[in-house]
């Protein structure tokens, strides 16, 4: 499996899969994997050829008495399942990367308008 942190790794993967003409599936999550993520990457195995996993803790999904600082982070341990169930590309996201202006600022590299 291979591991990326950068949006631009992501679109260079499935662009050149996409090229190949070869299915993708996707799968984002917190992180903390369970049976019922893990189950989700099964389904994207049956039904495509690729299977990319995104983890990422957003803080903007916590409200004001929810602790994002104490959400439960077990990455080697994701990482490990995620080699065992045979996906292909794991997304570990930054806040920066994310929201390069800030989480405070509000709309987050995907949601930008032109």
């Given at each position: 499996?291979?591991?990326?942190?950068?949006?631009?790794?992501?679109?260079?993967?499935?662009?050149?899969?996409?090229a190949q003409g070869?299915?993708?599936?996707?799968?984002?999550?917190?992180?903390?994997?369970?049976?019922?993520?893990?189950?989700?990457?099964?389904?994207?195995?049956?039904?495509c050829d690729v299977?990319?996993?995104?983890?990422?803790?957003?803080?903007?999904?916590?409200?004001?008495?929810?602790?994002?600082?104490?959400?439960?982070?077990?990455t080697e341990q994701?990482?490990?399942?995620?080699?065992?169930?045979?996906?292909?590309?794991?997304?570990?996201?930054?806040?920066?990367?994310?929201?390069?202006?800030?989480?405070?600022?509000?709309?987050?590299?995907?949601?930008?308008?032109?």
């Amino acid at each position: 499996m291979q591991t990326v942190h950068t949006i631009a790794d992501v679109q260079a993967f499935v662009g050149a899969r996409r090229a190949q003409g070869l299915r993708i599936g996707f799968v984002p999550t917190m992180g903390n994997l369970h049976g019922g993520h893990l189950t989700l990457i099964e389904k994207a195995k049956q039904h495509c050829d690729v299977v990319v996993v995104s983890i990422y803790v957003n803080p903007l999904q916590f409200g004001p008495n929810e602790d994002y600082d104490s959400y439960p982070r077990t990455t080697e341990q994701d990482q490990q399942l995620l080699t065992e169930h045979g996906v292909d590309l794991l997304y570990a996201a930054s806040t920066t990367e994310i929201y390069p202006e800030g989480s405070d600022k509000g709309g987050c590299r995907f949601c930008r308008r032109s």
